[in-house]
């Protein structure tokens, strides 16, 4: 063989070869690269987090509460930013009964914080507090840090029934949940409920009959609208309601401060301020805002 065809020879080689790897990378990337993930589109593009995986679930819930108030003893904190529901539904067609299955991401509720008005102001460091600590706390407020948040946080899986929803009968929504009181001076760990005592809080579109001195209260199954050959149900100006529940005492309050030594102390002066443990016929939840159920047939068939 000639030096020339032994160049084009070898120069044929490294091209044959450099195409094959070129080939094999390409291959690797399309190998390790995730499939795009299929969403809810249209009428359904809230159901994203459905969980359409779990066996049974044929319903997808989507609520959002845009206004209402949570009141524990003294203290009543408006709703005021919007937060969020979302899950799905197994329907027992035979016995009637649904079970709330969480979203696929477990952001069931969302964890909005709402303000509570006054804030620090309204907690007061006690005589009892050591005197280093009440200067301490008197300190944060004349910092000017005295802002407080609310956030209702999910401490179970809510149970549901929209037939009670429609009817406005018994209890449409079960939320056991806790509420986070937070500020610099609170810390990140002040509940009020806990996962072994959560704030059980069964909502009704119908009359609550609570104990005194609370007065019953009604709420609103709102107005329906029915889309996409009744697949998609969205219930505007709904009211759930519910003032007969109980809230136990707060607890982790302060637990950054030199280690948590004064936590049961200043759980005290936030018991003493807001009125905590509240019996039932002292607290009122409500939640107004809007309902979407889907069937999670038409959710899946949506997916693009």
């Known amino acids: 063989m000639s030096k020339m065809g032994i160049i084009h ?3 044929g080689s490294r091209l044959a070869s450099l195409l094959a790897g070129l080939a094999a990378c390409v291959a690797v990337l399309a190998f390790a690269a995730p499939a795009m993930a299929l969403k809810p589109t249209g009428d359904f593009v809230n159901f994203g987090d459905c969980p359409q995986g779990v066996t049974g679930v044929n319903f997808c819930i989507y609520a959002q509460t845009s206004s209402g108030e949570f009141k524990i003893g003294s203290t009543t904190v408006p709703l005021t930013k919007v937060t969020t529901l979302q899950g799905g539904i197994i329907d027992n067609e035979e016995t009637g009964a649904e079970t709330f299955v969480n979203a696929t991401d477990g952001n069931t509720l969302s964890k909005t914080p709402q303000t509570v008005p006054g804030g620090l102001l309204k907690i007061l460091a006690p005589e009892f507090f050591p005197e280093f600590l009440r200067n301490l706390f008197n300190e944060f407020i004349n910092k000017g840090i005295t802002g407080v948040t ?4 999910l401490v179970a899986t809510p149970t549901i029934s929209r037939l009670n929803l429609l009817t406005a009968k018994g209890t449409a929504l079960g939320l056991p949940v806790r509420v986070r009181l937070e500020n610099s001076f609170l810390g990140p760990k002040c509940y ?3 996962k072994a005592h959560p704030v059980n809080v069964e909502f009704t579109t119908g009359t609550t009959s609570p104990p005194p001195p609370n007065t019953p209260i009604t709420g609103s199954i709102g107005e329906a609208e029915f889309k996409d050959e009744f697949q998609l149900i969205i219930i ?3 009211s759930l309601v ?3 529940f109980a809230a136990p005492e707060a ?3 302060g637990s950054q401060i030199l280690f948590g030594l004064f936590t049961g102390l200043i759980d005290s002066a936030v018991d003493s301020q807001l009125g905590l443990p509240s ?5 009122t939840a409500i939640l107004n805002g809007t309902l979407e ?3 999670a047939a038409a959710v899946k068939a949506s997916e693009k």
Not at 150 to 153: F, L, Q, V, Y
Not at 279 to 283: F, I, T
């Open 9 to 11: 020879v070898h120069r």
């Open 150 to 153: 609310a956030t209702t946080e």
């Open 192 to 194: 009020i409920g806990s």
């Open 236 to 238: 505007r100006k709904n």
């Open 242 to 244: 519910n003032n007969s």
């Open 251 to 253: 607890e982790g309050c």
């Open 279 to 283: 019996a039932a016929g002292h607290n």
């Open 293 to 295: 159920n889907a069937s």
